[in-house]
């Protein structure tokens, strides 16, 4: 198969078939299906499980020599929760902010309808009806798929449009796989990613202390490609038309989003419109395939 039907067939399964990545279950057949695409291509693959007080378990998989390479590239794979507005990258309390009132708002808009629906069967004597009418079964069943919804509304919705968040950067690290290869650079899919740094934790927790780590984010977004850190020289950058974002911490981040300057401050964000969006700016993303392959 060549390389660019590989890659359709990996954004179709993985946008269509295991785009949502949250419960046990589901995360479970996207981990099956992504080791099962890795070892087509290598066979230095390790699975990490970590936080097992947890109910689920959470898992981290690394390829390469995680433990001896100088450099990591990552990505996190969980499904982020649905939230209000734009996803605002690098603030984790206004995300958290947004996400909070999705869940309040949606879990109020439920028990408002369950209300209207109660005074609706009341009115109409289901209620008083005999236990084995059809209409009081019928009043049972609603009942109780409306109690399933409403306890999924009150843990999160998941966002099931995963293309661009972050299945484009999932994407791209596979591409990387085959083209970037050596002892010197290792790569990781960890999870809880999407709203926490669990994962990013786990991984810093096995990596040699001089090791640099690049995060990749929606990198297939349909906007500027921006990094953020030091391991890559500014020359390497502006060649390949990368923007560069000044920082003070260790880590580095390369992402695609738009920039809004507010105090000074710059803020990145990708609003509704760019994360439904159902293709992928493959532009992002072979910028992204041959800076690696240049280091």
């Keep these: 198969m060549q390389d660019s039907e590989r890659f359709k067939d990996w954004q179709f ?72 507005g734009a996803y605002a990258l690098f603030n984790r309390k206004e995300q958290e902010k947004r996400t909070t009132r999705f869940i309040v708002f949606s879990s109020l808009l439920l028990i408002l309808l369950g209300v209207l629906g109660t005074l609706f069967f009341i009115n109409k004597g289901y ?7 059809v209409p009081f079964l019928m009043m049972v069943l609603i009942y109780g798929v409306y109690f399933y919804v409403l306890g999924k509304a009150t843990k999160g919705f ?21 083209d970037v290869k050596g002892t ?20 810093r927790a096995q990596i040699r202390p001089h090791a640099q780590i690049f995060l990749l984010d929606s990198v297939g977004a349909d906007a500027p490609l921006v990094f953020m850190g030091k391991g890559i020289p500014k020359e390497m950058l502006s060649k390949l038309n990368i923007e560069h ?21 710059n803020n990145f964000y990708l609003d509704k419109t760019l994360l439904s969006n159902k293709t992928i700016n493959m532009d992002n993303i072979q910028k992204v395939v041959t800076l690696f392959k240049s280091l």
Excluded: W
């Design 184 to 203: 010197k650079t290792a790569f990781a899919f960890i999870d809880e990613g999407s709203l926490g740094s669990n994962g990013l934790e786990a991984l």
């Design 13 to 84: 399964r993985y946008q269509n078939i295991y785009g949502v990545r949250r419960s046990e279950k589901n995360k479970g057949r996207f981990l099956s299906a992504l080791l099962a695409d890795i070892s087509e291509i290598r066979n230095d693959v390790q699975v990490i499980e970590y936080d097992r007080s947890k109910k689920n378990v959470a898992r981290n998989v690394y390829v390469g020599d995680i433990e001896k390479a100088d450099r990591i590239i990552c990505t996190y794979y969980d499904t982020p929760i649905q939230n209000i």
């Design 158 to 178: 998941s966002n099931r449009k995963t293309l661009i968040r972050n299945t484009s950067s999932i994407l791209t690290l596979l591409s990387l796989l085959k």
């Design 127 to 133: 209620a008083s009806a005999g236990v084995l009418s």
């Design 245 to 265: 974002e000044r920082t003070t911490g260790e880590m580095n981040y390369l992402f695609a989003a738009n920039v809004q300057n507010k105090e000074g401050k």
